[in-house]
Structure formats: structure tokens, C-alpha cells
């Protein structure tokens, strides 16, 4: 929605300036910036909660028998952690460049804004996705390399698969940043 100010009204308010004349005042701007960076943390630390609980469950069943077996399980548990950091660094990139007014005008536009919510639900949503690909491998692959330890090299770059696709999401959620700035 936007809100167009008459000539008037720009002149009850303010003294009126050539691009204060000719600018809307985008309303919902700021909103879907805003939205992109609370998605973007938001999902990504699901999918790391979701990793990091499932992958707790299976290291926690194997150290009911082979307790010296935990510190060398951890991996899943670590690689879930990072996708919330990925969500992180683009929430803080996004809330950083939301503005509302500036020099008198408005300067967070539309396009600036969807810019940034399609980051944020880039790099959120790949977050998920990759947390539930870490707790599902790492609750199963966990307590199987314990009974054949061959499997744990198996298990580690399965992982390192799952954690590219929230690799990928922060990619995108930085190139979509960038090109809003631009």
C-alpha cells in the first residue's frame, strides 16, 4: 500500500522538496525486509534445533553401551549448530539495511524489500531443510558406526552434503542482499 501526499498536505506537514513531490511513502517496505530477516533466523534455527535434537537422540541411545563413543558422534550435533549461525549473519545483513527515511525521502523501496525477504527465506527454508537431513542421518548413522566403525567416514560426508544445502540458502540469502544494496 502506498500513501501518496498531496501538495498540501506536504506543505501543512514539511516544506515540500522535488523528490518529496514525485515519491510514495511505501508503507509495507520495511514490513517485508523485517519479515525476510525473522525468517530467515527463524527457520534456520528450526532446522538446527531439529538436527540437533535428533542427532542427540541416537548419540544419547549409543552411550548407554558405548559411552567413549559420544565425543567422536558429536559431528551431527556441531554441523546442525551452524545453520543457525547462517541464519544469523543474513538477519543481522538484512536488519541492517531496512531503513525508513532518508534525507527526506523514502529510500527502502519495494524492490529492495522483497529483495531481502526472498533472502531471508532462501537461506531459512535451505536451514530447515539441511537441519532435518543432519538429525535424521545423524540419529541413524550415529548409533551404526558404532556397531561397524567403517561407517563413519560414510557418515561424515553425508553430512557435509546435508550442510551444503544450508550453504547454498546463505548464498543466495547474500547475493539477494547485495543486489538490494546495489
Request: charged share 10%; glycine share 14%.
Amino acid at each position: 500500500r502506498k500513501l501518496w501526499l498531496s501538495a498540501p498536505q506536504q506543505a501543512a506537514t514539511r516544506p515540500p522538496t522535488p523528490l518529496a513531490q514525485s515519491m510514495p511513502i511505501e508503507l509495507e517496505a520495511p514490513f517485508w525486509g523485517f519479515m525476510g530477516a525473522a525468517f530467515a533466523l527463524v527457520f534456520s534455527n528450526m532446522g538446527a534445533a531439529y538436527g540437533t535434537g535428533k542427532s542427540g537422540i541416537g548419540i544419547s541411545t549409543l552411550g548407554v553401551g558405548q559411552p567413549e563413543l559420544i565425543m567422536k558422534s558429536i559431528v551431527p550435533v556441531v554441523m546442525a549448530g551452524v545453520l543457525g549461525i547462517y541464519g544469523l549473519i543474513i538477519a543481522v545483513i538484512i536488519s541492517n539495511e531496512v531503513t525508513t527515511v532518508e534525507e527526506k525521502a523514502p529510500s527502502y523501496t519495494t524492490f529492495k524489500a522483497f529483495a531481502h525477504f526472498g533472502g531471508g527465506l532462501a537461506c531459512g527454508l535451505s536451514g530447515l531443510a539441511a537441519g532435518m537431513a543432519i538429525g535424521i542421518v545423524g540419529e541413524t548413522l550415529t548409533q551404526a558406526s558404532a556397531a561397524q566403525p567403517k561407517l563413519f567416514v560414510g557418515m561424515v560426508l553425508i553430512l557435509i552434503f546435508a550442510e551444503a544445502l544450508g550453504l547454498y540458502g546463505l548464498i543466495v540469502g547474500l547475493i539477494l542482499a547485495a543486489k538490494a544494496s546495489s
